[in-house]
């Protein structure tokens, strides 16, 4: 039978899409890019913001008014799954058949074969305490990147989050599972592994942590890069540090959600950092790792916080000049410890004007950093062979995990080249290949 799966949300999504996928082709199911053709459709969901939410339940009433099979079974998997389980399973409104948590993939195939024989609606949302999905081995499509979930879990209850809620305790994979899979995606042909967790420097396997992780990934023959996501900025120790700064396969990017510039607003959010502790860990990497790009999460709007506590997280923006900010308002979120404390009282219009604001700000702070790049010579690794506006451009990242824009010429998807930056705005770089005639470093 034929399964169509769409994916919506975080990077852990896409790599337990993968996982997915390999589960139901081990049962027999073939896996195609079309829905009208699909006997079964998948929706892997994410939960973070309420609009996530609206888009599945809109795309599951079109999913099924689409159809040429009337038959189709409709499956919602991931974090919507376990956050809104009940109100999915009652609305008897809602055409699904069966729902699914992100630790319950395993059961995929014996969940779609009992709606196929007993049309039931059913549900396995439950949280583990072990599965890593180790031996399960991820079926990916194309492209330069392969992602490798070395945790699941969190344990952190930020209290506007959650992921604690829906994707359970922190667990961790070995070492040697990790290295594992990332010889295989070695041989597969991927030179890029980027590590993913809730919280990546949370890692803990026996003795090993997050640092001992990066050090024996590094190790892996045929890597070419190798990057992770998300930290937090409240486990950050100091071999973490030297480990990046050492090791030249381990890019100088570092995603460092800040959340919120106000110490009183961080307490509430439950950061378990203050201001000067978040300005005191950015002063000490970049004393180890002097040119690091820095990008970063910011919420406006947090429940009970003043203009003057906004001004403080533009103070810190100022202070530390992100290279990227991904900036958002406020989105109250059922069961969280911030649903059940807080009011959501900061006006929507407030949350307008500081999120523009603040938009305004970061994007002149990025068009200065990156023209300053104008001149240099970037190491880009080819990422697609046309770009959304022209099919003249391919476009690749540098190690900084900045896009850049280069004319076409005779470079494949999968090639490092040395580009010559040559332009620049607040998204995106511009350049020339140095060496036209050496497209691998």
Sequence with gaps: MKVYIETYGCQMNE???????????????EVISVPEEADIALLNT??????????????????????????????????????YQEKLIDNIRLP????????????????????????????????????????????????????????????????FCVVPYTRGRERSRSVQSVVDETRRIVRDGYPQVTLLGQNVNSYRHEDHDFAGLLEAVSAVDGIERIRFTS????????????????????????????????SRILELMRRTYTKEDYLRLVDKIRS????????????????????QEFKDTVDVVNKVRFDSAFIFKYSERDGTLAQKHFTDDVPEEVKTERIVTLNELQKSISLHKNRA???????????????????????????????????????????????????????VLRGVVKNSDETRL
Excluded at 128 to 154: F, H, L, Q
Excluded at 231 to 250: E, Q
Excluded at 288 to 307: K, N, Q
């Design 373 to 427: 790049h104008i001149g240099q010579v970037h190491d880009v690794l080819i990422e697609a062979d046309s770009t959304k506006k022209s099919d003249k451009d391919i476009q690749g990242r540098n190690d900084g995990n900045k896009l850049v824009i280069l004319p076409k010429k005779h470079h494949n998807i999968g090639d490092f080249v040395r580009a010559k930056i040559t332009d620049a705005s607040a998204h």
């Design 15 to 29: 790599y337990d899409t993968e996982l997915a996928v390999s589960l139901l082709e081990m049962h027999g199911y």
């Design 288 to 307: 180890h790792i002097p040119d690091v790009v820095l990008s970063t999460d910011i919420i406006v709007g947090f429940p009970t916080e003043t203009d």
């Design 231 to 262: 930290p937090h900025p409240k486990d950050f120790p100091d071999p973490l540090i030297r480990v990046m700064a050492d090791h030249p396969k381990i890019c100088k990017h570092i995603h460092l959600p800040l959340q919120a510039g106000n």
């Design 96 to 159: 699904i058949n069966f729902i699914a948590g992100p630790d319950s993939y395993r059961r995929l195939p014996e969940l779609i074969d009992q709606c196929l024989h007993f049309q039931n609606r059913l549900m396995d949302v439950t949280l583990s305490k072990t599965e890593t999905y180790d031996g399960v081995v991820p079926v990916r499509t194309s492209g330069v990147n392969a992602w490798i979930a070395v945790m699941r879990g969190c344990n952190n209850f930020c209290s």
């Design 46 to 83: 994410c939960s973070v913001r309420e609009n996530a939410n609206r888009k599945v339940l809109a795309r599951v009433h079109d999913l099924r008014h689409k159809a040429n099979n009337g038959d189709l079974v409709i499956g919602i998997l991931g974090c919507m799954a376990t956050d």
